[in-house]
């Protein structure tokens, strides 16, 4: 067994036998927990492993398009076509849209970063979601407007519901979600935002009538930068970090995002949120 330890041969350790004296026994077992762990310890080593080699080449290929689009268009102008008026506008226009499609990707890669390394407190505070849901439907209202999509709220409750939440990482949540039900959704189409009161909860659910998901892509929707349909997507926009940033931000208020979807019927998404109680 001790052979099998100083080869890191974990994996093949395993009591085989049951000697007359106690002490050999109680050796024995203590040996094998050691090198279990040990070997539970080498697993997740290999495994984040496996996560950093993947994010790396993730972000690679993610920053790569922005960056030779913008690098592109710059050197496009710088090799003469500065001097056409129109043609010159046209390319920095490109140029600055790719810069800020950049600049979106390392704010969202710094957040779920930070958020993953718990270096991120929320500011928990009574926050009227009603307000922030309103906010967020002007906010997107000419995106929606593009597409014929009506935004509704529907709750049975009062106008202003508080709840205990971070404000800004909440509107986060909710911007996410909206945007991405407007983004996949059909032309004409609704997403509706329902709120409803579960005791000492608030249960939050945002549904569309759009393309939908199928059912293999459901478990891998919220990993960084993972997108059910890679061409359509990047057609669209986005960073492919907006659910993943969804999912901490929801856990971090103590609870979870749940989603159904059926391809061309919708998508639904849900999660609850602690109501606030003046004491």
């Not at 984040?48 to 790569?64: P, Y």
């Not at 010159?88 to 600055?96: E, I, P």
């Not at 529907?154 to 519901?161: C, D, G, L, V």
């Not at 901490?248 to 979807?261: D, F, L, R, T």
Request: glycine share 6%; with cysteine.
């Amino acid at each position: 067994m001790f052979e099998k330890i100083r080869k890191n041969d974990l994996s093949t350790i395993k009591p085989k036998r049951t000697y007359g004296h106690s002490s050999l026994n109680q050796i024995q077992q203590e040996i094998y927990s050691y090198a279990h762990v040990k070997q539970s310890e080498i697993e997740e080593l290999k495994q984040m492993a496996k996560f950093r080699r993947q994010f790396l080449a993730d972000v690679s290929h993610e920053l790569k398009t922005p960056i030779f689009a913008a690098q592109g268009f710059v050197h496009t102008l710088l090799d003469g076509a500065i001097d056409d008026m129109a043609i010159r506008m046209k390319f920095l226009k490109k140029a600055a849209k790719n810069l800020d499609g950049l600049d979106a990707l390392v704010q969202d890669l710094l957040t779920v970063s930070h958020m993953e390394a718990g270096d991120i407190t929320m500011q928990f505070e009574p926050t009227d979601i009603c307000e922030v849901i309103y906010e967020i439907f002007d906010q997107l209202e000419e995106r929606a407007a593009k597409k014929g999509i009506d935004l509704k709220l529907e709750t049975q409750e009062p106008s202003k519901i508080l709840v205990l939440a971070d404000s800004q990482r909440i509107h986060q949540v909710f911007v996410n979600l909206i945007s991405n039900a407007i983004k996949y959704s059909d032309e004409n189409g609704q997403v509706v935002i329902s709120l409803a009161i579960n005791k000492l909860k608030l249960d939050v659910t945002v549904k569309d009538n759009g393309i939908g998901i199928p059912p293999e892509h459901l478990n891998r929707i919220f990993e960084r930068f993972y997108r059910v349909d890679k061409s359509r997507s990047k057609a669209q926009g986005g960073t492919g970090l907006g659910l993943s940033i969804v999912k901490h931000i929801v856990e971090a208020h103590g609870s979870e995002v749940k989603v159904v979807s059926n391809v061309t019927e919708g998508s639904s998404f849900s999660f609850e949120l602690d109501l606030f109680h003046s004491e």
